[in-house]
């Protein structure tokens, strides 16, 4: 997908915006606090959340009480977005919580220690999954650590009155919420997941693995409405929404937001499975993919080069 007209985002919002938004937040009693990952698990939490925020915006726009079936989301392939940091800047100081944007999230993710494991089949047991290890990696890399982060089911009650807030601080009139989308809900799914560290000396190389996250909710549903207000949120203008909202297949695929001044992002091949490499400019790369009902993410100070091999090589 030819992914130039999802660059062009630079407006930043003001501290007057941030402060309103708070206010109204805050008068709706929907201001959370930020709940922060395990640091063993940082980044694939993190994706867990998008996922959860990505699928959040395909809820069925139907009356209460009118589906009597569900669907189930899985993920399987990752697209990237371009965003500007300094727009959703405003958001977050004026109390938005991203992975609860669209309505209200119970239990709450709760920050669990992780479980270290000396050896990865054994963290693979715990987690259900077959842990693949990386045949071949650069000289002076070693084994330092596996852990496995806990699973986690929650569900989601859709409340559009605050994704409608944030949707008027942020001016985007034209942007409609589905009718009888309120009071939906849905049942998000966050596997538990192997991470494994590798060391060279200061150096850390981290590769994540788990089952495909899933989301059910009820069926009946038009995806892109939705979908096209999350990317209004993080953007996009709306032709652009438009575009990107009917080209992405919502029942599979996780979108990545990548901060427009601090990476690039291209899909890859990885052992003939489609992946999203994103190349940042001080840090390294961040490659992702998906395989037989497992997710992947390996990240490291490499470059493209050494991150697809070290990919390609897991057995």
Request: charged share 20%; with cysteine; aromatic share 8%.
């Amino acid at each position: 997908m030819d992914d130039q007209f999802l660059h062009d985002l630079r407006r930043a919002p003001s501290r007057e915006f941030a402060a309103r938004l708070s206010a109204n937040l805050r008068a709706q009693g929907t201001l959370s606090r930020a709940r922060g990952p395990s640091p063993a698990a940082q980044w694939f939490a993190a994706a867990a959340a998008i996922a959860a925020v990505s699928f959040a915006f395909t809820f069925p726009a139907v009356r209460a009480g009118a589906a009597a079936f569900l669907d189930v989301f899985r993920v399987v392939n990752f697209a990237g977005v371009r965003f500007d940091p300094q727009r959703l800047a405003g958001l977050k100081a004026g109390g938005v919580d991203f992975p609860s944007l669209l309505g209200d999230v119970e239990p709450p993710m709760a920050s669990v220690p992780p479980v270290s494991y000396a050896d990865p089949a054994e963290a693979g047991k715990a987690a259900g999954i077959e842990v693949r290890q990386p045949a071949w990696l650069p000289p002076g890399w070693t084994a330092t650590e596996t852990v496995v982060t806990a699973e986690h089911s929650a569900r989601v009650t859709a409340n559009t009155a605050k994704l409608q807030t944030v949707l008027d601080a942020l001016a985007l009139d034209d942007v409609r919420l589905p009718e009888g989308l309120d009071g939906q809900v849905a049942t998000v799914h966050l596997p538990a997941v192997v991470l494994m560290t590798y060391r060279d000396g200061l150096r850390a190389l981290r590769l994540f693995e788990a089952r495909s996250a899933e989301i059910s909710f009820p069926a009946g549903f038009d995806v892109p409405a939705l979908a096209q207000a999350g990317l209004r949120i993080l953007g996009l203008d709306r032709d652009e929404a438009y575009r990107m909202a009917y080209a992405i297949d919502w029942r599979n695929t996780l979108l990545v937001p990548v901060p427009v001044d601090a990476a690039s992002f291209r899909q890859v091949n990885v052992a003939g499975a489609d992946g999203l490499l994103i190349e940042r400019a001080r840090s390294g790369c961040l490659l992702l993919w998906s395989t037989n009902g497992q997710m992947y993410a390996l990240e490291a100070p490499l470059g493209a080069a050494a991150m697809l091999e070290i990919a390609q090589s897991l057995q």
